[in-house]
C-alpha cells in the first residue's frame, strides 16, 4: 500500500511516438457519428495515449507502491496543454508521486505528469491524477 515515503518517486517514459493512424482512429471513436473536425489534428484527449498511459502504468506496476487496482478509483484528472504534438513527434513522459494522503480509510494518491517533445525539450503536456484506494 502507498504511503508518504513513495512520495518523490519518479518513472520515466521516453521514446513514445506519436502515430497519426492511432491517433486518427482516437478521434473517430471520440468524435461518433460527428465528422472529425480537423483531420490529421491530434485530439488533445489523445494525452491519455502518449502522457497518462505509459507514466500511470509504470506506477501501477511499482510493486513496492504497492496499488492495489482492484481498491482503485481514479479520483480526478486534468491536463494543461503546452504545446501541440504532431504526428511523428516523439516525447518523452515522467511520472512523479507528489503525496500520499490517508483519509476515511482510503489512500488518496497524486500523480504529477509531463510530457517533453524529444530534441528539443518542449514542453507539450503536464498533468495531474488522484487516485483513491479502498481499503
Do not use: W
Not at 521514446?15 to 485530439?43: H, L
Not at 482503485?72 to 515522467?94: K, M, N, R, W, Y
Not at 517533445?117 to 507539450?124: A, C, I, K, L, W
Amino acid at each position: 500500500m502507498p504511503d508518504s515515503s513513495h512520495v518523490g518517486r519518479r518513472y520515466s517514459a521516453p521514446g513514445m511516438e506519436i502515430d497519426g493512424e492511432r491517433a486518427a482512429r482516437f478521434a473517430t471513436a471520440i468524435a461518433g457519428s460527428d465528422p472529425v473536425s480537423e483531420p490529421g489534428a491530434i485530439p488533445p484527449t489523445y494525452a491519455a495515449v502518449y502522457l497518462m498511459f505509459p507514466a500511470l502504468g509504470q506506477v501501477f506496476g511499482d510493486a513496492e507502491v504497492g496499488i492495489n487496482l482492484a481498491g482503485l478509483i481514479h479520483g480526478e484528472q486534468s491536463f494543461t496543454f503546452h504545446a501541440p504534438v504532431a504526428a511523428g513527434d516523439v516525447v518523452d513522459s515522467e511520472a512523479t508521486i507528489s503525496s500520499v494522503d490517508v483519509k476515511r480509510g482510503m489512500t488518496f494518491v497524486g500523480v504529477d505528469m509531463e510530457s517533453t517533445r524529444q530534441g528539443d525539450g518542449t514542453p507539450v503536456c503536464s498533468g495531474h491524477a488522484l487516485l483513491i484506494i479502498r481499503g
